[in-house]
Every structure is written in C-alpha cells, then in structure tokens.
C-alpha cells in the first residue's frame, strides 16, 4: 500500500464525512460507516469511519477515518481523526 496515497484518500474522505451536521453524526454513534475509495494509482481502499462521544453524551464526537488496502495494512491501517463541538466547529 502506497501510504502516502492512502493518507491523502484519507484526508479526502474524512473531509467530506466532517461537512456532515452534529446530528447527522450523533445519529451514527456506534454505528461504523464503510466506504470504498479508488487512489489515484488506481488502487482500491477500504475505509471506516467511527463516530463515538470524546467527552460525554452532548459532548463533543470524535470522528475516527481509517483506510486500508484489504491487504496485511488491513490490521494496521492509516488512521486520522477530527473532533466536532456540538456547535459543528471541528476542533
């Protein structure tokens, strides 16, 4: 897996889940999202996102994005994360 290309797939990714709305998210507590993603090498991604309370119920969500190739990446994939206050401003 060419990591730099995941990292950037990534970023992509978890930008467009961010631009979702705080109850958007908190709809997906606990519910892990799947995607799938091309890079530009025509290499296929798998990606994760996992939205969870980082400080409390009506706290602030962390918003976990992780991405692999199916392949051995698959038990250490890149990682990325963003937080969201209630008022929808990342951190």
């Known amino acids: 897996m060419d990591k730099s290309e ?3 797939v990534l970023d992509q990714q978890l930008a467009s889940f961010v ?4 109850a958007e998210l908190v709809a997906i507590v ?11 090498s025509g290499a ?3 990606i994760e996102f996992n939205v969870f309370y980082d400080s409390g ?3 602030d969500l962390r ?3 992780s991405i692999d190739d199916g392949g ?9 994360s ?9 951190v």
């Not at 963003?82 to 990342?90: D, R």
């Open 19 to 22: 631009r979702r709305s705080y």
């Open 72 to 80: 051995l990446r698959a038990l250490m994939p890149v990682t990325k």
């Open 44 to 46: 296929a991604y798998q």
């Open 57 to 59: 119920r009506s706290g």
């Open 82 to 90: 963003e937080i969201m206050k209630p008022t929808g401003e990342l």
């Open 6 to 8: 995941a990292t950037a």
């Open 30 to 40: 606990d519910q892990p999202q799947s995607a799938q993603a091309n890079g530009p």
């Open 63 to 65: 918003i976990i994005g």
